[in-house]
């Protein structure tokens, strides 16, 4: 009996945790979009996006001398991505005209599967 719970678990547990995986990854992918959103928003009333300096802060407190902001843009605060990491934001990005980058699962640039990055 033994012996078929652990085959059992051999088989079953591997996929499980595949799938958990993927899920943080399409987590990361939500949160990505939802920040991408709230980013156009300040975006429309600063007409221009938060500064490097300012990061994703600027959704959630009035940058200092801002008189348009009409935050707060998200209605939380910001989160962090499924493996507990900060977003890293970038403006001017390299890819457009801001960076919204989680590092995955081992939170360091680059990596393949879940460790791959995650971007807008």
């Known amino acids: 009996m033994i012996v078929i719970i652990g085959l059992l678990a051999g088989y079953v ?6 799938q958990v995986g993927k899920s943080e990854v399409q987590v990361a992918k939500a949160q990505i979009d939802s920040l991408d959103k709230a980013l156009d928003l300040y975006r429309l009333d600063m007409r221009r996006y938060p500064s490097t300096e300012q990061g994703l802060r600027a959704l959630i407190e009035r940058p200092a ?5 009409r935050g707060p843009y998200l209605k939380k605060a910001i989160p962090a991505d499924p493996w507990g990491n900060a977003f890293v934001y970038r403006q001017p990005g ?3 005209e801001f960076d919204l980058i989680s590092y995955g699962r081992d939170g360091k640039p680059g990596g393949s599967g879940e460790d791959a990055d995650i971007s807008n």
Request: glycine share 8%.
């Open 13 to 18: 547990a591997p996929r499980y945790f595949s």
């Open 65 to 69: 001398n801002e008189k348009d902001w």
């Open 94 to 96: 390299t890819k457009g």
